[in-house]
Every structure is written in structure tokens, then in C-alpha cells.
Nanobody, 124 residues
Framework: QVQLVESGGGLVQAGGSLRLSCAAS????????VGWFRQAPGKEREFVVA????????YYADSVKGRFTISRDNAVNTVYLQMNSLKPEDTAVYYC?????????????????WGQGTQVTVSS
């Protein structure tokens, strides 16, 4: 079993920054793809960004490219999401997820482990 816990969400003004963290316990995810997804009220959960097991590959949704940066520190089983130049449309619950098959996937169906989510609210 693996548990993923997100932290770092909050309320920020447009143009501001937040750094989310996703910490894994119970099982290392150092060999797995980790992704961030988000879900706004009344909308489908959507892909934001993912990172391969060694950090060599990262892939971003077009809507966040150039503003968000994903990174990971396998020594402490943590993945980070640095979010800059935040916009009101970034408001959502942000979830981290792990794919233990290590696929380079943007599909939420390919991620078997999920955190409980952290709220990000961007005011205009």
C-alpha cells in the first residue's frame, strides 16, 4: 500500500505563487511516474503535469506550460509542483497520483494511487 499526501495549497492573488508537495509513505515511489491533476467545481478531473521516475521526462498541459514546474526528490519520496503566475482559472483541488507501471501517461485512469487533494484558490 502507498499513501500520498498533498500539502501547500491555499488562497493567493492572481499573479502569485504556490508550491505544492506530494509526500509518499508506505511504499517508495522512486521508480514510478507521478502526476498532478486538478478538478474545478462542476468539471472533470484534468491532467496538469507529470514526471518520470528519474525526473528525466516531464510533460505539461498546455494551460500551465511555462508557469508550473514539477520536480521530485526521491531521497525523501516527495514530488513538488511550483506554480507561478497563477490565474483565477487555476482554482481547483489539486491531486497527486502515482503510476507504478511507470507509463508516460496523461490519463487519470492509468494512475492507481491518489492523494486526498489540496485546495488552490486564486483570487482576481
Amino acid at each position: 500500500q502507498v499513501q500520498l499526501v498533498e500539502s501547500g495549497g491555499g488562497l493567493v492573488q492572481a499573479g502569485g505563487s504556490l508550491r505544492l508537495s506530494c509526500a509518499a509513505s508506505g511504499r517508495t515511489f522512486s521508480s514510478n511516474t507521478v502526476g498532478w491533476f486538478r478538478q474545478a467545481p462542476g468539471k472533470e478531473r484534468e491532467f496538469v503535469v507529470a514526471i518520470s521516475w528519474n525526473g528525466a521526462y516531464t510533460y505539461y498541459a498546455d494551460s500551465v506550460k511555462g508557469r508550473f514546474t514539477i520536480s521530485r526528490d526521491n531521497a525523501v519520496n516527495t514530488v513538488y509542483l511550483q506554480m507561478n503566475s497563477l490565474k483565477p482559472e487555476d482554482t481547483a483541488v489539486y491531486y497527486c497520483a502515482a503510476d507504478y507501471l511507470g507509463r508516460r501517461s496523461r490519463r487519470k485512469e492509468d494512475y492507481g494511487y491518489w492523494g486526498q487533494g489540496t485546495q488552490v484558490t486564486v483570487s482576481s
